[in-house]
T-cell receptor
């Protein structure tokens, strides 16, 4: 069965420091995609970054990068130079089978708090 | 601007009073779906649609109805809301497939008293 696990309910980081949010996944498919979304207190879901299972390099989007370790089935999100506005819930997700259901399987999330 | 628009954003209603949450996307996506988000449970899919007039149940469909009469619109209908349907609801759309991103609406926070 496909599953996403986020083991950190909450994380604290000081402004301008880097932080890593953990995500492990379980799938038997050779081809899959992994996503990270940010949910600020206002509630919307903001897409951050995507990693494909066949991508040769780790994905990067501005201050966000994905530390993809395929053999360990981990897809950790790294936020560099944290800002106060990064305080939010962060969700790791993957496409769920069957793919014609358009379903994303989400982890339970990590609440990140950035302090001055 | 590519977007998914939901309305209303906030709603307080009473048990049994029918309500509809509208959703519209402007990206010509084939797929649309509804999720609900509850503390400790993450996001769970309620219904999805692969195209006009094609809908199917997700993981938690009980108490909900949907329709897809036009490609851009996918309303969520609660015929007789109950307090256990108090939740944050998201509409999403995508081009489908195994790797495509889902675009989410801003969410609709529903309280059923």
């Amino acid at each position: 069965a496909q599953k996403i696990t986020q083991t950190q309910p909450g994380m604290f980081v000081q402004e301008k420091e880097a932080v890593t949010l953990d995500c492990t996944y379980d799938t038997s498919d050779p081809s899959y995609g992994l996503f990270w979304y940010k949910q600020p207190s206002s509630g919307e879901m903001i897409f951050l970054i995507y990693q494909g299972s066949y991508d040769q390099q780790n994905a990067t989007e501005g201050r966000y990068s994905l530390n993809f370790q395929k053999a360990r089935k981990s897809a950790n999100l790294v936020i560099s130079a944290s800002q106060l506005g990064d305080s939010a819930m962060y969700f790791c997700a993957m496409r769920g089978r069957p793919y014609n259901t358009d379903k994303l399987i989400f982890g339970t999330g990590t609440r990140l708090q950035v302090f001055p | 601007e590519a977007q998914v628009t939901q309305n209303p954003r906030y709603l307080i209603t009473v048990t049994g009073k029918k309500l509809t949450v509208t959703c519209s996307q402007n990206m010509n996506h084939e797929y649309m779906s509804w999720y609900r988000q509850d503390p400790g449970l993450g996001l769970r899919q309620i219904y999805y649609s692969m195209n006009v007039e094609v809908t199917d149940k997700g993981d938690v469909p009980e108490g909900y109805k949907v329709s897809r009469k036009e490609k851009r619109n996918f309303p969520l209908i609660l015929e007789s809301p109950s307090p256990n349907q108090t939740s944050l609801y998201f509409c999403a759309s995508s081009s489908g497939g195994s790797i495509g991103e889902l675009f989410f609406g801003e969410g609709s926070r529903l309280t059923v008293l």
